[in-house]
C-alpha cells in the first residue's frame, strides 16, 4: 500500500515539476522520492520521512540564506510528504511567500500547496486571497490563470465576497482570453454553491448565456456547468439559455465536421459538452418557439439513432470508450425525452433502444438502462412500451450478481406493474427475496407490500403473500408491514375467515417468526371464532398454540399475546379456567416488566368479575381502522427518495417531511376559524393571474398540498397535467374531482382523467385533462377537488389556466405592411372593435409590452407601425367550429404612463373577451 501511494504521489509532483520548470530538474525531490519508495517498511519510511522534516525545518530557520528555488523545491518536499498521509505542521508561511514570486513556477508551487493544504479556515488564508486579488488583476494570462485555479479548488465565503466582483468582470469580459474565461467560470460556480448572497451574477444573466455561443468548446462546456447551477436557483433570469443551448447542441450532433476539433472522444463530438447542454434542457419544459423545437427534435433523434450505429458489425464490437460515450449522451437525451413527455415516437424508440442494452455485456450498460426504463415508465406514452421488456427485467433481477443492478430491476417492476401483473411480478420479486442482498431486502419487502395491496386480485391471494413474506424474511419486515396486513384484514370481512384459519396454521410451526406470531395472535383475538368449529383448529388447540410461542418472543408480543387469551376466554367460556391460570402464573404477576404485570393483573380481574356487561364490552372485536393510519408509503420514501419533478417546469416536488400540521392548515386564511365539522371550500384567485401568460406553474398551495399545471395547446386541443402533492404527515383520503365549465357550458368539451381515492403523504400524483374548444368563452373551467385530511373535509374550487387566449396560434403566411392594414381596415369599428386606455401599474416598457404580448399569444409583427415604438401583433383563434383572426395594436405613451390596446377580430364576443383578458395584465 505505502508502494502504490508513493508511486500515485511521485508521478503528481514529477508532472507538475517537468511540465512547468523548465530545466530546473529538483533532483534532490526526485532522490527523495526514489528512496520513500524503495523503503521495505513503514519504519522505514517513517525514519526518511522525520530525517527529511528535520532537514527541512532547519533550512526555513535560515531564511536568509533560501533563494525561490530552494523554497519551491522544500514546499515540494512537504506537499509529497503530505500526500503521503503524514501531518505537516510548518512551510505554510513559505509557500504563501511563493505566491508573490514573479517567477511562474514558484508561483504556480506555492498554488499547489494553498489548494491541497489549506481550507478556508486556515490562518494564513486572508493572505493567500490577498495574493489572489493582485493575481487576478494582473495583465499576465498565466498569473489570473493560477489565481482562478486556488479559488476554484478553495472557495469560501470569505473568498467571495474578496474576489467575487474581480471573478465575474473576467467571466464577461469580452477581451478576456478563453483560458481566462473557462477558468473563470468555474470559479464563479464553485463561488456561487457556497456563497450565492456575494455573487451578482443574475445581472449579468445575458452576457453569461451569450458565451454558450463562443467558439471555444472548453469555455461553452465550463459556461454549460455554471448555468445549470444558476438555472435552478433562478430559472426565469436564464430562461433564455434554452434556446441557445437547444441550437449549440444542434451543431454538436447534427454537424459532421464538428468530429474534427480537439474536443472529439472516440469518434463523439465533445460528449461532455452535449451532456451538460442536455441536463440544462431538463430545466426547462418544451421550448414554444417552432423553429428551436424543431431542431432540438433532431437532435434527440439524431443521438438516438447514433447509438444504435455503434452496435457490432461483422462481429466486431466497438472500443469500450466509443460505447461509454454514446451510451452518456443516450441515457441524457432519455431523461430529456421523459421530461418532455410529449413525443410519443420518440419515447417509443428509446424504449426500444433501452431494451436492447439490456443484454449489453457491461454491467454498466445494463444499470444505465434499467435505470432510464423506470423513468420512462412513469410518463405518459412510453409505458406500454416498456413493459415489452418485462421479461428482460425479470431475467436481470434474478442472474445479476451486483446488487445495485439488483435494486434497480426491482424499480423498474415496481413501476411496471399493474393489475394485469401483479402476480407474476409479486412472485418473482418473493422469489429473489430469498437470495437477495441483505442491505435491499426490507426496501424489497416493502415494495412487496404495497404492490400485493394495490392490485390485489383476491383478499385470499393477498394474505398468502403476506403470510408468506413474513415468513422467508421475518427479519427484514418492518412493523408497518404486519401492521397493515391486520389493519387490511379486520376491515375485509370476506377474508376474516381465511385470515384466522392460514394464522393458526403458521402457529403450528415451532420456528414461526415473531412477525407472524403476531399477525396471527392478533387475527385469532379477533376472528378465532370462525374456525372454531373445525375440528382442526378448536379453541384449545388455538390456546395451545398460541402458548408454544409465548417463552420465546419479545415483551411487546407478550402483550399482544395475553390480550388474545383474554379474548378467548370472553368467547369461549370452557377456556376461561386454562387462560385464568396462565395469567395468575406467578411469572405473570410478579413479572418485571411493569406492562405485563399491570396487564395480566387487569385482565384477571376483569375474567374473574363475573359481569356479564362489562367482559363482552371490553374484549368486543375492534372496529375497522381508518385507511389514514398506512404508514407503508411513507416508510418506502423513507427508504429511496423518489425523483422529484422540478416545480419550476409545472411538477411538484416531493418535500422533506415536516412536524404535523395543524388541521385549519390546510385550507386559507379566511377558513382558519371553522368548526371540526365545517366543510372548507377554497379558491385559488391569488395564484391564478400569472397563468394569462404562463403555462406552467402552482396552481394553488398551502403548509400540507401543493397542485400544479403543466399545460400544452395546438390548435383547438389542450392538454392539462395536473399534479397534487401530498406534503403533510398524513395520508389525504377519499380524493375526488371533477372539472365543469362556467358561462357559456357547450363552449368546452372537457374529458377528466380518473384519479386514486388516496395521496399517501409525501408522494406526488398526476392527472389528465384534455379539453377541446368548440366556440368562445369567458370564463375558465373549475376544478372541484373533495379530499379528507387528518378526519377533516375540504373542498377546492380551482379555476383553470384555460382560457380563451391558449388556443391562439401564429398565422399560416406572414403578414406585409399593406396586408395588415387592409385586414385592420376591414374589420374596423365597433363591436368587433374595442379601444382601451389603461394607467400602467408600473414604468412604461416598450420592450416589457412586446413580451407579455407574446406570450399571451400573438404573434408579433415588428415594422409594420410606422412608429417603432408601438407594437403590432396578429393571432388565430382556432375553435372546432370556426377561425378567428384577431389583430392587435399596442400604443405605449412614456410621458403619461399609459397604453391604449386597439383589438379587431371579425367576432364582436371574441374581441371584448380578449381585450379583458390582455388588459388585467396591464391596468
Known amino acids: 500500500a505505502t508502494f502504490s501511494i508513493s508511486t500515485v504521489c511521485a508521478v503528481t509532483l514529477r508532472f507538475h515539476t517537468t511540465s512547468t520548470m523548465g530545466k530546473e530538474d529538483m533532483r534532490g525531490l526526485y532522490n527523495f522520492i526514489a528512496e520513500i519508495r524503495s523503503c521495505k517498511s513503514q519504519e522505514a519510511e517513517l525514519k526518511r520521512i522525520n530525517k527529511e522534516l528535520a532537514n527541512i525545518r532547519s533550512k526555513f530557520g535560515d531564511k536568509k540564506s533560501l533563494n525561490g528555488y530552494q523554497k519551491k523545491k522544500y514546499v515540494c518536499k512537504l506537499m509529497f510528504i503530505f500526500l503521503l498521509g503524514h501531518d505537516i505542521e510548518f512551510g505554510h508561511m513559505e509557500a504563501v511567500n511563493l505566491l508573490s514570486s514573479l517567477q511562474y513556477s514558484e508561483k504556480q508551487m506555492g498554488y499547489l500547496f494553498a489548494s491541497v493544504m489549506m481550507n478556508e479556515q486556515h490562518e494564513y488564508m486572508r493572505l493567500v486571497i490577498s495574493a489572489v486579488k493582485n493575481d487576478l488583476a494582473s495583465r499576465n494570462e498565466l498569473h489570473v490563470c493560477l489565481g482562478l485555479h486556488c479559488i476554484s479548488n478553495i472557495g469560501g465565503k470569505e473568498s467571495a465576497s474578496a474576489v467575487s466582483v474581480e471573478v465575474q468582470r473576467l467571466l464577461v469580459a469580452g477581451e478576456s482570453p478563453k483560458s481566462v474565461q473557462k477558468k473563470a467560470a468555474l470559479a464563479a460556480l464553485r463561488l456561487f454553491r457556497e456563497a450565492p448572497e456575494h455573487m451578482a451574477l443574475l445581472e449579468h444573466a445575458p452576457n453569461i448565456i451569450q458565451l454558450l455561443t463562443s467558439a471555444d468548446k472548453g469555455v461553452v462546456t465550463s459556461v454549460t456547468s455554471l448555468i445549470i447551477s444558476l438555472a435552478s436557483a433562478h430559472p426565469k433570469e436564464f430562461s433564455g439559455a434554452v434556446a441557445v443551448a437547444a441550437n449549440r447542441l444542434h451543431q454538436l450532433v447534427m454537424n459532421s465536421t464538428a468530429a474534427k476539433d480537439d474536443y472529439t472522444y472516440y469518434s463523439v463530438p465533445s460528449p461532455w459538452l452535449t451532456v451538460k447542454l442536455l441536463r440544462l434542457l431538463q430545466l426547462y419544459p418544451f421550448p414554444k418557439d417552432q423553429a428551436v423545437a424543431q431542431r432540438l427534435t433532431e437532435s434527440l433523434r439524431r443521438i438516438l439513432d447514433r447509438s444504435q ?78 413493459k415489452k421488456h418485462q421479461g428482460a427485467v425479470l431475467t436481470a433481477l434474478q442472474n445479476e450478481k ?140 388455538q390456546l395451545e398454540a398460541l402458548q408454544l410461542h409465548y417463552p420465546m418472543v419479545s415483551a411487546p408480543t407478550r402483550g399482544l399475546l395475553l390480550n388474545t387469551y383474554a379474548k378467548l376466554a370472553n368467547l369461549f367460556p370452557e377456556l376461561k379456567p386454562a387462560v385464568l391460570q396462565l395469567l395468575q402464573s406467578e411469572n405473570l404477576l410478579r413479572n418485571s416488566d411493569s406492562e405485563l404485570q399491570q396487564r395480566a393483573n387487569e385482565y384477571v380481574q376483569l375474567l374473574s368479575s363475573g359481569n356479564a356487561d362489562l367482559v363482552p364490552a371490553v374484549f368486543e372485536e375492534m ?57 372548507a371550500t377554497v379558491g385559488n384567485d391569488q395564484f391564478f393571474g400569472k397563468f394569462v401568460l404562463t403555462n406552467n406553474g402552482v396552481l394553488y398551495e398551502n403548509p400540507v398540498l401543493q397542485i400544479g399545471v403543466k399545460s400544452e395547446f395546438t390548435a383547438s386541443v389542450g392538454r392539462v397535467t395536473i399534479f397534487y402533492g401530498n406534503r403533510g404527515d398524513a395520508p389525504m383520503t ?174 364582436d364576443v371574441v374581441t371584448q373577451a380578449l381585450t379583458t383578458s390582455l388588459v388585467s395584465q396591464f391596468s
Not at 342 to 352: F, G, P, R, Y
Open 623 to 679: 372496529p375497522p381502522f381508518n385507511e389514514e393510519q398506512c404508514a407503508m408509503l411513507q416508510k418506502l420514501e423513507d427508504k429511496s427518495a423518489a425523483a422529484a419533478v422540478d416545480g419550476n417546469t409545472g411538477g411538484l416536488s416531493a418535500r422533506k417531511r415536516k412536524p404535523a400540521t395543524a388541521l385549519q392548515a390546510v385550507t386559507s386564511v379566511g377558513h382558519t376559524g371553522l368548526s371540526t365539522g365545517a366543510v
Open 734 to 907: 377519499n380524493v375526488s374531482s371533477r372539472v365543469y365549465a362556467v358561462g357559456n357550458l357547450q363552449a368546452l368539451q372537457l374529458d377528466l382523467q380518473s384519479l386514486d381515492d388516496t395521496i399517501a403523504a409525501g408522494v406526488q400524483v398526476q392527472q389528465q385533462l384534455q379539453v377541446d374548444c368548440i366556440s368562445c368563452f369567458t370564463d375558465p373551467p373549475v376544478l372541484e377537488v373533495t379530499l379528507t385530511y387528518q378526519t377533516r373535509p375540504v373542498v377546492l374550487n380551482l379555476k383553470l389556466p384555460v382560457l380563451l387566449n391558449k388556443f391562439m396560434g401564429d398565422l399560416t403566411t406572414p403578414l406585409t405592411s399593406d396586408t395588415f392594414f387592409q385586414k385592420w381596415n376591414q374589420l374596423g369599428g365597433p363591436p368587433r372593435e374595442l379601444q382601451q386606455i389603461v394607467k400602467s401599474k408600473e414604468k412604461v416598457d416598450p420592450d416589457a409590452l412586446k413580451t407579455k404580448v407574446d406570450n399571451f399569444g400573438f404573434q408579433l409583427l415588428p415594422g409594420i407601425d410606422p412608429k417603432p415604438i408601438n407594437c403590432v401583433a396578429a393571432a388565430i383563434l382556432h375553435t372546432t367550429t370556426a377561425q378567428v383572426g384577431v389583430l392587435l395594436r399596442a400604443e405605449p405613451s412614456l410621458s403619461a404612463s399609459m397604453y391604449r390596446f386597439t383589438v379587431r377580430t371579425s367576432s
Open 402 to 541: 451486483d446488487s445495485t443492478v439488483q435494486r434497480c430491476a426491482a424499480d423498474l417492476l415496481y413501476a411496471l406493474c399493474d393489475q394485469s401483473s401483479v402476480e407474476t411480478i409479486v412472485d418473482q420479486l418473493l422469489g429473489f427475496l430469498k437470495k437477495s442482498d441483505y442491505a435491499i431486502r426490507e426496501e424489497l419487502v416493502l415494495k412487496i407490500a404495497i404492490l400485493a395491496e394495490k392490485y390485489v386480485p383476491v383478499y385470499s391471494w393477498y394474505v398468502d403473500v403476506m403470510l408468506r413474506l413474513i415468513k422467508q424474511t421475518g427479519d427484514h419486515v418492518p412493523q408497518q408491514v404486519w401492521y397493515r396486513v391486520i389493519q387490511v384484514i379486520i376491515n375485509r370481512q370476506d377474508v376474516q375467515d381465511y385470515a384466522a384459519k392460514t394464522g393458526f396454521e403458521a402457529l403450528l410451526d415451532p420456528s414461526a417468526h415473531e412477525a407472524m406470531i403476531n399477525v396471527a395472535g392478533y387475527v385469532l383475538g379477533e376472528f378465532g371464532h370462525l374456525i372454531a368449529n373445525d375440528p382442526n383448529s378448536l379453541p384449545a388447540k
Open 309 to 386: 450505429e455503434s452496435s457490432p458489425v461483422g462481429g466486431r464490437r466497438p472500443k469500450a470508450n466509443l460505447t461509454n460515450s454514446l451510451n452518456a449522451c443516450l441515457i441524457e437525451a432519455i431523461n430529456l425525452i421523459a421530461h418532455y413527455d410529449n413525443d410519443s415516437e420518440l419515447q417509443i424508440k428509446a424504449c426500444t433502444i433501452l431494451g436492447t442494452m439490456l443484454n449489453a455485456r457491461e454491467v454498466n450498460n445494463r444499470f444505465s438502462a434499467l435505470e432510464s426504463l423506470t423513468v420512462m415508465a412513469q410518463t405518459e406514452f412510453s409505458h406500454d412500451a416498456v
